[in-house]
């Protein structure tokens, strides 16, 4: 009788660390998945401003070609044409600074709680509402050059 008690309280003492053990694993389990939720969120604020900077390199690669357009291929083929030209790349140069901030500040798919910050829309306008500028300034300039 003494030697099944004993085994009895053997198995009790194993139940409860096992019990233990489990409660503490899924206690990781629920931090693992909560932090992996986290990383995912910071990993699309990320590529959001990826997207962005994608945007902003194209739209610069799009004004500098619009204003190279004018200027070299001035004689070589019509006016109207390096005009038209260059005031397509141009515009479309406008087109990206624009959509550029439109993507990054409204998102289709908001992204759950991210530890990493987005970058402030004030700042994001305000840059590229001067690139817009510069962009006009470029098709004026492209238009109305002689």
Not at 95 to 120: D, G, N, T, Y
């Amino acid at each position: 009788m003494a030697n099944s008690q004993a085994q009895a309280r053997k198995t009790h003492e194993k139940i409860k660390q096992s019990a233990a053990t489990l409660e503490v694993s899924a206690l990781e389990q629920t931090d693992s998945a909560d932090r992996r939720t986290e990383l995912a969120a910071d990993r699309t604020i990320l590529a959001a401003e990826r997207t962005y900077a994608a945007w902003v390199r194209t739209g610069l690669a799009a004004l500098a070609s619009g204003i190279g357009a004018r200027a070299l291929l001035d004689k070589v083929v019509a006016d109207w044409l390096t005009r038209s030209t260059g005031a397509m790349l141009i515009l479309f140069a406008g087109f990206c600074f624009v959509a550029a901030v439109w993507r990054e500040v409204a998102p289709s798919v908001q992204p759950p709680k991210p530890r990493a910050r987005r970058l402030p829309a004030p700042l994001l306008i305000g840059i590229n509402g001067f690139l817009v500028i510069v962009a006009a300034a470029a098709f004026v300039g492209v238009i109305a050059s002689p």
